[in-house]
């Protein structure tokens, strides 16, 4: 039976830079004749949230690490946050390994990221 374990991340200021690591499971480690697998996460629950008096953009992207390619947009594109207001996403959006939450806004520090879900191990 898998096990994972609730797990919070954030809050983090989002940056102008549309390439940002924001979320990325951790990878395998090694050992003698042993190590563990690698762990993937499994999102429920973004909030984002304007700190300022002017609505700010943000965008989300699903995939290698400091990417932003085109069809690999997730939870928000371009999405449009009230000023001194948030906006939460709900879902279910796993990350393997592989997969990075990469994303950014369009005004420096406008906007903090903060979600929760849970953590297992693959395989």
């Known amino acids: 039976m898998p096990q994972t374990k609730i797990f919070r991340f954030g809050p983090i200021a989002l940056t102008t830079t549309m390439t940002t ?3 990325n499971p951790a990878g395998a480690t ?3 004749n042993g190590g563990s697998s690698g762990q993937y996460i499994i999102l ?3 909030r984002i949230v304007n700190k300022t008096g002017t ?3 943000c965008s989300f992207w699903l995939g290698a690490t400091s990417g932003n390619a085109a069809g690999t947009e997730v939870i928000g594109q371009g999405l449009s946050i009230p000023a001194n207001s948030y ?4 879902g279910t959006l796993r990350l393997e390994v592989s ?4 994303g950014g806004s369009g005004t420096a520090t406008a906007l903090s990221i903060q979600g929760e879900g849970a953590v297992g191990v693959a395989g």
Request: charged fraction near 10%; aromatic fraction near 16%.
């Open 44 to 46: 429920n629950h973004i």
């Open 87 to 90: 906006s939460d996403w709900y």
């Open 55 to 57: 609505a700010a953009t």
């Open 21 to 23: 690591n924001l979320l």
């Open 30 to 32: 090694g050992g003698v």
């Open 99 to 102: 997969d990075f939450l990469v």
